[in-house]
């Protein structure tokens, strides 16, 4: 008994997390988008691998080059460039500049190397700069995901607070709670069985995955989030409150910001993450359930 109340205390936190952590993903989508970030970080790791800090030399010549400049709307970047296409920008403005045949002592830069060991062979040239282009981007792909992760955090932390998300309070809520805590483990259940149904084990198949509104009232249609009365009263009550009352606001006050702290760390995890988690938590139940 007690050991199926941890697990479906446990399913209902992970279900939270992941309404959470779609949502958080939707609007850094929204952001990465807006601000043209993917596209930016490109261009940067772009800039690095040629070192053109100033895109005034090779950097800017392979943006102008319609290989490249025809991957996006006029005066967008792109946010992905093909390895192929890479390649066949470079050799372009190799092409155009006579460099590729050329006497390779003459050649400096960051294409030397490659242009010395290709001794004219185009296609080894192209299959060299495609590689050379696949490493870097997962170098720097490493790098970009590092700053998902902080800017998810960020997000996490604020749909903490604004919801009232707070981890020590939702889990204090499900383990008094059985009738609520049941119900949200049917919930977590068609949940899954609906994502898996539309498309497979990934959290973007489930259901409309940039829809804020339905993911929202999914959180809000039975998990222990919001703010009450009561809540609103405890953490901004009476300024002038006696020491013990003071002593008391404090505590809360400590007490909401590690449980909205928890939340956000656990979101920054990423949707698939807890879609998994879910998964897994839900078959090991099913698996422990008594037959009819």
């Known amino acids: 008994m007690w050991g199926s109340t941890v697990l479906d ?5 992970v279900f939270l997390y992941l309404l959470l952590a779609l949502i958080c993903s939707v609007m850094q989508e929204l952001i990465a988008n807006v601000t043209s970030w993917r596209g930016r970080h490109l261009r940067a790791s772009i800039k690095a691998m040629l070192d053109d800090p100033n895109m005034t030399g090779l950097a800017k010549r392979i943006y102008a080059n319609p290989r490249v400049s025809g991957l996006s709307l006029p005066g967008k970047l792109p946010s992905y460039i093909p390895p192929e296409t890479f390649s066949r920008a470079l050799i372009d403005i190799l092409a155009e500049q006579g460099s590729i045949s050329a006497n390779t002592d003459s050649i400096r830069g960051p294409l030397a190397p490659f242009i010395r060991d290709a001794a004219g062979d185009v296609d080894r040239l192209r299959s060299d700069l495609e590689v050379w282009f696949d490493n870097a981007m997962d170098r720097f792909g490493g790098w970009y995901k590092r700053n998902v992760q902080l800017v998810l955090l960020a997000i996490g932390m604020l749909l903490a607070i604004g919801l009232n998300a707070n981890t020590l309070e939702a889990a ?23 994502a898996t149904t539309a498309g497979g084990a990934a959290p973007a198949n489930a259901g409309p995955p940039n829809d804020i509104g339905t993911l929202l009232s999914e959180v809000d249609s039975a998990l222990p989030v919001g703010w009450t009365n009561s809540q609103v009263h405890r953490l901004f009550g009476n300024p002038a409150a006696s020491g013990q009352e003071q002593h008391d606001l404090l505590f809360a006050w400590l007490t909401a910001i590690a449980g909205w702290t928890l939340t956000a760390l656990a979101t920054s995890l990423g949707a698939q993450f807890w879609f998994d988690t879910l998964g897994k938590a839900l078959n090991i139940r099913a698996a422990g359930e008594k037959p009819v």
């Open 172 to 194: 204090h809520q499900l383990w008094t709670q059985p009738v609520l805590r049941a119900a949200i483990v049917d919930q977590a259940r068609g949940f899954s069985t609906e």
């Open 9 to 13: 205390l446990g399913i209902g936190l």
